[in-house]
């Protein structure tokens, strides 16, 4: 099965955590290391399904951030039967000022995430990709290739984050979202070059076999 990532807001995003690279690179820049307790527990927060966007559309930038980043991800939508329909391209973009602003109070991603999240081209069912997942991704930004790593190797398989993301609640719905979290050297934060996005960039998010989404860095809504 391969069709167009569907319309409408999803009934939830989740976003995991489970590419060990990337929290090893991230937290080393705000110069933390990696706690045990992530090598246990399989962890998420909630994004806003009322800032999905899809392939094409321009993504308005927080009016009152200067470190506007993307996060290449792998993501899953859940079918009627509670296990995963298929999976697409996920681009979890951050204001990283802002979320460091808002990590030190322990509550979580607030501002810093909920303004957007982009999902698409399509919705690709597992049985079109590789059985282990792993499949090349890229990211460019005008052109310019910025990351170019791999969507295998995570900590947590999908079995493990679909049943975290299932415990303790009435079960997952049909059309809810799980991201993978990003993966190595998936953001401008884990490159530590400061090269943030800018008004009128173009950002590409490719994974083989689902494609690219693609979205344009618009003005503040």
Known sequence: MRRPFPDGPPPSIRDFFAFEEHVRNARANRGLEVPEAWYELPVFYFSNPAAVYRNGDVVPRPADTEMLDYELELAAVIGEDGGIEGFTVMNDWSAR???MKELPVGLGPAKGKDFATSLGP?????????????????CRVNGEVRTDSRTGGMQFGWDQILAAAARNTPGLRAGEVVGSGTVGSGCILEHGDGRWLAEGDEVELEIEGLGVLRNRVGPPA
Request: hydrophobic fraction near 45%.
């Open 97 to 99: 000022d802002l979320q």
């Open 122 to 138: 399509e919705l690709v069912s597992p049985d079109e990709l590789p059985a282990d997942l792993d499949m090349r991704a890229l």
